[in-house]
């Protein structure tokens, strides 16, 4: 894909494809699939072709294709007609949506006590409050303050013509991160997690304590900030398959709260369907 020229950020080109690469082999759990999937990542980063999202657009609505930190997403128009059963339709309370109706999607409130108050992210979450303003940190602590169309009136977007964002290159830079810590090389993976947090803070003092981390307190914290980066962006479901993570639900959560899973809990994990097992010649009971 190296001589082709995309039309929009809706088609995939080589750095996307690098992406979706690199998370294939990082989920092979083998040391040098992590050095080929972290050097994939770097390749992306050097290109030059993205610039990450700054502290204004993390809290900005993520509504723009344009937006220089997307790497690839779908330009939504009116022609679309999409409305309610749509993403912004479960996540933007100020579109026609489940949100705005009280079948609220929010973070996790365990997870969110631990981001820092100076961190931006933080604002990103809590309630709607007089004006299209947000109750920061209030409950049901949904995405009130990272998805969100720019009227802030709610029911006011639908159909809906903000964008789709599938692939944003801070993943590259905590992706990065997490497999250079994974296989040791605790300073490339400590430049890579402040290159995100110089975004996320305003003052360096707030992420000085990243020099402090190694060994496997490196890993955690930037499994914990990939987390909190992407919340509701459709990258915690692989994270945790590849670093076999156990996550214990929140107090908030309507459904099994308190409850945790393994990475290799059943319900976690698609089964192929009866159909395919049964005319699929290329599956074999070694291998399904």
Do not use: C
Not at 182 to 193: K, M, N, P, S
């Amino acid at each position: 894909m190296s001589t082709y020229t995309r039309p929009n950020k809706a088609s995939i080109n080589q750095n996307v494809a690098k992406g979706l690469l690199a998370y294939v082999y990082a989920s092979m759990g083998q040391s040098d699939k992590n050095i080929m999937a972290r050097d994939l990542a770097d390749e992306v980063i050097n290109s030059g072709e993205f610039t990450m999202m700054n502290q204004d657009e993390v809290t900005g609505g993520f509504t723009q294709l344009s937006t220089p930190g997307w790497m690839w997403g779908f330009d939504l128009t009116v022609a679309n007609d999409l409305g309610l059963v749509s993403w912004h339709g479960f996540m933007d309370y100020y579109s026609y949506s489940y949100q705005a109706v009280g079948n609220f999607r929010g973070i996790d409130d365990g997870l969110y006590a631990k981001i820092n108050d100076n961190d931006i992210r933080k604002q990103q979450f809590g309630a709607p409050a007089s004006g299209g303003t947000v109750a920061v940190g209030e409950s049901p602590l949904i995405p009130i303050g990272k998805f969100y169309n720019a009227a802030r009136t709610p029911f006011s977007q639908n159909p809906m013509t903000d964008d789709y964002v599938y692939m944003r290159v801070t993943e590259m830079y905590l992706l990065s991160a997490e497999l250079s810590a994974v296989e040791g090389d605790d300073t490339a993976a400590r430049t890579r997690l402040k290159q995100v947090l110089a975004n996320r803070y305003d003052d360096a003092a707030d992420y000085a304590y990243v020099d402090g981390l190694s060994g496997q307190d490196l890993v955690d914290e930037i499994v914990f900030n990939t987390k909190i980066e992407f919340l509701a962006e459709g990258k915690s479901y692989l994270l945790m398959k590849r670093r076999k993570l156990t996550n214990t639900r929140g107090s908030i959560h309507l459904n099994r709260a308190g409850e945790s899973f393994a990475y290799d809990d059943p319900r976690l994990t698609f089964e192929v369907p009866q159909r395919e097992l049964t005319d699929n010649p290329n599956i074999t009971e070694g291998n399904k």
